[in-house]
């Protein structure tokens, strides 16, 4: 192509030494190229190394092979052009809107009425006008994560990324900055050139990006390059919105090809045995299915209303939402729990049937719940001891994330009556189960 990418990375791969020396290979063969008037999307699973890929383009950190250009000259420091927003970005609790925004300007030397000058127009432009000697305890979660916008937006980045900027707000709070967002975006009135935008919702790709780089995990690459055609304002509910993302999805969640089991190669994102698994107890997990099956939401929930119900935090309930999409119980999209038609049966079920089903779908798309079944199946003895997968599961994750993903599995394994597990001596082993 003719004209210089306003970014370019090409065979990127990033390693992390692990304590014992060997090495945690996080990203693999990554190549991007970004183009004025894009929004990239970065789609992936929690750990497929997104923000990894978002700090080496920020210049914050240096990748272990390949290549990384801004407008076509290596990136070897965060460069002048390119600004960040996180998820849950630091604000000052003791500064004013207009000081914290002004605070992205702090490293340029300007002269002072130019950085008022920015600093307001940006203030106005992501909609917080008159706010600007507010602190930050008197705004609402939205708000305050405009500032985090306009700081960025203040020192007219080029490119801006975006680390699921919009992830820690409520459903509502969410599409209503997205929406602002696109608008100002659509009608070119941000000054910036391109964004990359990394996040784990379907929805939200296919809603702001005109392309998807859907990425697997272990080592994190890229999967699959989704161009999206559809024109802005896009409406959720279009049917060709729909089948995006129902491909997307099917995409994301399909299980690794029948007898590659037990290789590291795991050809789709998010289901190889590197997930990190988060420990939601049965209880839990049945309650969820409990309550969505009951009148009045009988089958689908928005999950805010289902949290205050439930009298939960939405946080707390995320892991509990994800992990029954995960053993597809159910599926969350767009703020809304469905259930399947297991997760339903489920809901009706003796206990005996709900261990029945708690098993298959454990075994069917949890693959370290399937490969520890497997080796304890192999095993003459029928044991096989904790290291044995907290060392396998060390190469793909950190050392606390291994002993969280391997309480989860005891639990769900216990319930599910797939393996027994002997907290004393840390073996696992097939006393009991079917
Ligand atoms: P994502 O943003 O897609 O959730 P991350 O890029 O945060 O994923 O992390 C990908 C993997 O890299 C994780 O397994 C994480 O533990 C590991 N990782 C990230 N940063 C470091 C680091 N500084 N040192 C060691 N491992 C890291
Ligand atoms: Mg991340």
């Known amino acids: ?49 997104k923000s990894t890929l978002l700090r080496l383009i920020a210049g914050l950190s240096q990748p272990s092979a390949g290549r990384l250009a801004y407008l ?8 002048a052009g390119v600004a960040m927003v996180f998820q849950s970005f630091a604000i000052f609790p003791w500064l004013t809107v207009y000081q914290n925004v ?12 130019e950085i008022r000058k920015r600093s307001l127009a940006a203030i106005d432009m992501i909609g917080l006008d008159g706010f600007e000697s507010a602190y930050p305890r008197e705004l609402s979660g939205g708000m305050r994560q405009r500032i985090g916008f306009a700081r960025a937006l203040v020192v007219h980045p080029n490119i801006l990324l975006m ?16 929406t602002d967002f696109l608008d100002l975006w659509c009608e070119g009135r941000m000054p910036i050139k391109g964004v990359i935008l990394v996040t784990h919702n379907i929805e939200e790709a296919v809603l702001m990006c005109d392309r998807i780089l859907v990425f697997g995990s272990n080592p994190g690459r890229i999967l699959n390059e989704i161009e999206v055609k559809l024109p802005q304002p896009r409406d959720r509910l ?13 995409e994301m969640t399909a299980r690794p090809v029948a007898g590659a089991a037990g290789g590291r190669a ?11 698994l988060t420990h939601v107890s ?26 205050s119900d439930l009298q939960m935090e939405i946080d707390e309930l995320f892991p509990v939402a994800e992990t029954l999409q995960m053993m597809r119980f159910a599926e969350v999209e767009g703020g809304d729990i469905r259930l399947m038609d297991i997760g339903l049966a489920f809901a009706h079920a003796t206990l005996d049937e709900r261990k029945r089903m708690f098993l298959r779908q454990l075994l069917n798309y949890i693959p370290l719940a399937a490969h520890i079944r497997r080796v304890l199946d192999e095993r003459a003895s029928h044991k096989a001891p904790k290291s044995r997968f907290s060392d396998e599961l060390e190469d793909f994750m950190s050392e606390e ?26 073996v696992f082993s097939l006393e009991n189960p079917s």
């Open 238 to 250: 279009d049917p060709s919105f729909r089948e995006l993302v129902e491909r997307i999805y099917v």
């Open 1 to 49: 192509m003719s004209v210089t990418a306003l970014l370019a990375v090409s065979g990127v791969r990033k390693a992390f030494q692990k304590p014992d020396g060997g090495e945690h290979l996080v990203l693999d063969g990554v190549d991007l190229r970004l183009d004025e008037g894009q929004i990239v999307g970065l789609l992936g699973r929690s750990g497929s190394g």
């Open 266 to 276: 795991e050809r789709f994102p998010g289901t190889g045995i590197g997930t990190v």
């Open 401 to 426: 994330a291994a002993a969280q993903t391997l309480r989860a599995i005891v639990s769900w394994g216990r319930y599910a009556e797939a393996f027994a597990y002997d907290n004393e001596n840390a």
């Open 72 to 79: 076509g000259k290596p990136i070897e420091g965060p460069p």
């Open 102 to 113: 002004a605070l992205g300007l702090e490293a340029q030397r300007l002269p002072h009425a």
């Open 163 to 178: 680390d699921e900027p919009f992830s820690a707000l409520d459903v509502l709070t969410a599409e209503t900055l997205r």
């Open 282 to 307: 049965s209880n839990l997990l049945s309650g969820l299915l409990e309550r969505v099956a009951a009148p009045p939401f009988n089958g689908v929930a928005d999950l805010p209303k289902i949290a």
